[in-house]
């Protein structure tokens, strides 16, 4: 069923400015790492806890939940940041665990869930639409097709960015793919728009965030973009996922979507 979009700020419109479109991938873009909350969780507890893997305060277990949230898009090294200060402070932290121990120890069991996902991709078992939110690979070629350039920004580390996107076959479709630094803490999504509005020299009316996260969608209002709240429900690749809308409206978004297949509606709203 096609979801009507819901438009937050009615008086914001593109009216055909739009030069250059940025995406968040997780989430938004691609369902790969669909569940990555309950990997990133358990060791956030687990660590917090000393160790301990079960049992934990209903206080802590609900600190961690809202962490996760508010924190949803930044890059994965700022998260785990937090976690060992709140290690430390709990009393558990290690001089040989800085924030880079614990990171590497998320993405050793994040990509223990996710890699048969991304093989069975590879091997032809599922195809890449059991892995896309529905309509996004025609809505990106219709920016395409509009003369847009689109670019592709992550907080996962940027070598697995291009890895996924391959695996989907939309890396090419991008103007340029820029995710995490390889060891540095630095903030991909910014670094694309600032690209973007000084290489180009381009208005911030002239761009449109596109992402699931509070973090584009208020890099986006912070510079004058348009914005688009993609509220996801990604294990159904379709409708709208009522906890990530209003996190969105809450950080500004112009118009609220759980999916791209309204694309009618969404060309007319651009203005394309």
């Not at 479109?21 to 790492?33: E, I, M, N, Q």
């Not at 669909?34 to 956030?44: D, I, Q, S, Y």
């Not at 509009?146 to 907080?155: D, N, W």
């Amino acid at each position: 069923m096609i979801q009507e979009i819901e438009y937050i700020n009615k008086e914001k419109s593109p009216c055909g400015r739009i030069k250059a479109a940025v995406f968040d991938f997780d989430g938004t873009f691609s369902t790969l790492r669909c569940g990555w909350e309950k990997v990133m969780e358990p060791l956030m507890l687990e660590c917090i806890s000393g160790g301990k893997k079960e049992a934990y305060p209903p206080e802590l277990t609900e600190k961690v939940k809202n962490y996760i949230d508010t924190s949803t898009g930044i890059q994965t090294i700022y998260q785990m940041q937090w976690l060992k200060e709140e290690t430390e402070k709990a009393g558990f932290g290690s001089s040989d665990k800085d924030a880079w121990y614990y990171k590497d120890e998320y993405n050793r069991r994040l990509m223990s869930e996710i890699k048969g996902r991304i093989e069975s991709v590879k091997s032809g078992e599922k195809s890449p639409e059991n892995f896309l939110i529905k309509g996004a690979v025609n809505f990106l070629n219709a920016l395409i097709e509009s003369g847009i350039e689109v670019y592709l920004a992550s907080g996962t580390d940027h070598c697995d960015v291009v890895k996924e996107a391959s695996a989907l076959g939309v890396a090419d479709k991008f103007t340029e793919i820029k995710g995490a630094p390889e060891r540095k803490a630095a903030c991909s999504k910014e670094a694309v728009i600032r690209m973007i509005l000084e290489e180009k020299n381009l208005p911030g009316e002239a761009l449109l965030l596109v992402g699931d996260g509070k973090v584009e969608i208020a890099l986006g209002k912070e510079c004058g973009a348009f914005t688009i709240g993609a509220a996801t429900n990604e294990e159904a690749l379709e409708g709208v996922n009522p906890v990530k809308r209003e996190r969105l409206i809450k950080a500004g978004a112009d118009i609220i979507i759980g999916d791209f297949q309204n694309l009618k509606e969404l060309k007319n709203w651009l203005g394309i």
